[in-house]
């Protein structure tokens, strides 16, 4: 059984990766090179899936407590 501040962890993870999306999205955006930048839509995309999938399954965590 997770406890409260286990679902608080998992909610800041979800934040972080969001956040970790957006940086790399502002770096593609502002790079010169076009493998760099493509590398850098390619992490901000994974950074969003991985958010994504965190939070469509917290309600499995939530429930379980």
Do not use: P, T, W
């Amino acid at each position: 059984m997770l406890a409260v501040r286990d679902i608080r962890a998992i909610r800041e993870r979800i934040v972080y990766f969001k956040k970790q999306a957006e940086v790399f999205r502002s770096l593609g955006k502002r790079s010169n090179d076009a493998q760099l930048r493509d590398r850098f839509c390619e992490l901000s995309r994974r950074c969003d899936a991985i958010a994504a999938n965190i939070e469509r399954n917290l309600s499995i965590h939530e429930k379980a407590d």
